[in-house]
C-alpha cells in the first residue's frame, strides 16, 4: 500500500536558519502531493501541494518540488522564524487531491529557536 | 466561512460509555472525512463519505465504531462501548475539488480521553 516516510525530529533550529524537512513516499499510482502544518491545538492547515513530477508548491516561503524519480517532496524554507513552529506533516492522496482519503507521514516537529 | 467545524473539543468519558462526536463540514464540499490521531500511530483515516454516502470505512478500527452523514452539513462518529486505547485526537475534514485537485480542510479535532 502506499506510505509515506518522513523525518520524525524534533528538529531545532536557530531563527533565520535554512529548514529542509525529506520527505520521501511509495505509492502504486501517480499520487499528489501535500504539506500540512499544525500549530498546538489546532487542526490540520493545508501549507501547500503539487499534483505531478517537477511541479514545486510554495506558500509562505516554504517550498517543495515534486521529484518522481526519487520518489520525494521535500519540504524547504530559507530563513525560518519562531512563529513556524510547529508539526509537518507530509502526506499523498492517490486520487488527485483527497476524494479518497490522504495518506500521512508521522510528523515532525520543528521547533525554532529566537 | 467558520471553517470545517467539531464538537466537543474534549471529551472525557469512562470506559464503556458511549461517546459521539460531531462535525459541521464547510458548506459546499461534498467529501468528508474522519481522521485518528494518536501517538503511535500518527494520523489515520477512519471512513470517509462522497455526497452523504459512505465510500471507504476500511479504517474503521472495529465494530464499536460507526459513522453515519444523515445530511450534507453533518456527520457523527459514535464509539460503543468505548475503551481507554480509544483515546486520541478524533479530526473531521471536507474538501472540494479545483483545477482538478480536491483539497481538505480540517476541523480543530475532538480531543477524547476514556478512562
Known amino acids: 500500500g502506499d506510505s509515506v516516510t518522513q523525518m520524525e525530529g524534533p528538529v531545532t533550529l536557530s531563527e533565520e536558519a535554512f529548514l529542509t524537512i525529506n520527505c520521501t513516499y511509495t505509492a502504486t499510482g501517480y499520487p499528489s502531493l501535500f504539506w500540512y502544518v499544525q500549530y498546538p491545538g489546532e487542526g490540520l492547515q493545508l501549507l501547500l501541494k503539487a499534483t505531478k513530477a517537477d511541479d514545486k508548491g510554495s506558500n509562505k516561503g516554504f517550498e517543495a518540488t515534486y521529484r518522481k524519480e526519487t520518489t520525494s517532496f521535500h519540504l524547504e524554507k530559507g530563513s525560518v522564524q519562531v512563529s513556524d513552529s510547529a508539526v509537518y506533516f507530509c502526506a499523498l492522496s492517490e486520487s488527485g487531491g483527497g476524494a479518497d482519503g490522504l495518506t500521512f507521514g508521522k510528523g515532525t516537529h520543528l521547533i525554532i529557536q529566537p | 466561512d467558520a471553517g470545517v467545524i467539531q464538537s466537543p473539543r474534549h471529551e472525557v468519558t469512562e470506559m464503556g460509555q458511549e461517546v459521539t462526536l460531531r462535525c459541521k463540514p464547510i458548506s459546499g464540499h461534498n467529501s468528508l472525512f474522519w481522521y485518528r490521531q494518536t501517538m503511535m500511530r500518527g494520523l489515520e483515516l477512519l471512513i470517509y463519505f462522497n455526497n452523504n454516502v459512505p465510500i471507504d470505512d476500511s479504517g474503521m478500527p472495529e465494530d464499536r465504531f460507526s459513522a453515519k452523514m444523515p445530511n450534507a452539513s453533518f456527520s457523527t462518529l459514535k464509539i460503543q462501548p468505548s475503551e481507554p486505547r480509544d483515546s486520541a485526537v478524533y479530526f473531521c475534514?471536507?474538501?472540494?475539488?479545483?483545477?482538478?485537485?480536491?483539497?481538505?480542510?480540517f476541523g480543530p479535532g475532538t480531543r477524547l480521553l476514556v478512562l
Open positions: 475534514a471536507s474538501s472540494f475539488q479545483a483545477d482538478g485537485v480536491e483539497t481538505q480542510y
